[in-house]
């Protein structure tokens, strides 16, 4: 019996991702599978991208605002949600299609790979607490510099929480090629001008969305200052400025910066699996002659 078909739309934040899985879903009776470690939350929409109802047009999405903002959401939890909705698209006779920027996340789901828990080693953390987050992402190099490939470098507790599994298990499991799946993964890139461009142009409009409100709200509604520092970027640099440690000005700066290493870092992580086909998202005919041949087969 043929592995189920799995169609995975990956590559850089603001390459437009969301937009062209909607757009394949509707070509190829599709549903969705978010992989996003901050869309999993309720209640983080504009910092973290959330594409609202009328941009779904219609097409269902999995894995979105299913985790409190409060509460830790794994890549184990992820794993085992995603690989349930694949099974039950499926079961309705339609296409699951994973779209995403959280490599790890993708990796996780589409290799299967086994999920090894790791507890927390109080006496390590102690350790890596006194350390400043450039120090903790070059020890997180060092130990395992594929997942520091793939990770918020500015994010202290993502990184000592990476060090710690790095320091009891090794790296991170290798890519694979036995996939439960019949996969075709599509990534999609900008030149760099055109992609820092893009993001400066998604930053402004998420702040005139309202971003700033946003985390304010969530601040009253008990979400801590810490918990905002490790979701990282927007919601960072926001609660900086709104504990007036930084300008707006500085706020804004910051994470046009911070943004684009971080989107440099996810497509050096994703360059390196050698299955993804490459295409700039303007190549639409190309991408869909691409989901056809694959379908066909």
């Given amino acids: 019996m043929n592995p189920p078909k799995l169609l995975v739309i990956c590559g850089p934040t ?39 109802k009328k941009e779904m047009l219609g097409i269902p999405h999995h894995l979105l605002d299913v985790a409190d903002p409060k509460e830790v959401f794994s890549v184990e939890k992820y794993k085992t949600l995603a690989q349930k909705a694949i099974s039950e698209i499926i079961s309705r006779k339609k296409l ?15 290799d299967d790979v086994s999920v090894v828990e790791v507890a927390q080693d ?31 470098a500015q994010n202290p507790v993502r990184l000592i929480r990476a060090i710690e599994i790095a320091t009891a298990l090794g790296k991170v499991p290798p890519i694979s090629t036995n996939s439960p799946y019949d996969v075709l993964q599509i990534g999609i890139d900008l030149p760099d001008e055109e992609l820092k ?9 998420r702040l005139a969305r309202g971003m700033i409100e946003e985390v304010e709200k969530l ?29 707006e000005n500085e706020m804004r700066e910051k994470l046009l910066s911070e943004i684009w290493h971080y989107a440099k870092r996810q497509r050096t992580w994703f360059r390196k699996d050698k299955r993804i086909q490459w295409f700039n998202p303007s190549k639409k005919e190309k991408i869909l002659a691409a989901v056809k041949n694959f379908l066909s087969k």
Wanted: proline residues 2%; neutral net charge.
């Fill in 14 to 52: 603001a390459t437009g991702k969301s937009d062209l899985a909607v757009e394949l879903a509707k070509n190829f009776n599709g549903e969705i599978i978010s992989a996003d470690s901050r869309q999993v939350y309720r209640d983080l929409d504009i910092g973290s991208g959330k594409i609202t």
């Fill in 96 to 110: 699951p299609i994973i779209c995403g920027g959280t490599g790890f996340y993708i990796h996780y789901v589409i």
């Fill in 122 to 152: 109080e006496s390590l953390r102690a350790e890596l607490s006194k350390k400043t987050p450039a120090e903790l992402f070059s020890i997180l190099q060092t130990l395992d510099p594929d997942r520091a490939e793939n990770i918020d």
């Fill in 197 to 205: 461009a893009k993001i400066r142009t998604r930053l402004e409009k």
């Fill in 219 to 247: 601040v009253a509604d008990g979400v801590s200052w810490e918990r905002l520092h490790a979701f990282g970027l927007e919601y960072r640099y926001v609660a900086n400025f709104l504990k007036k440690e930084t300008t």
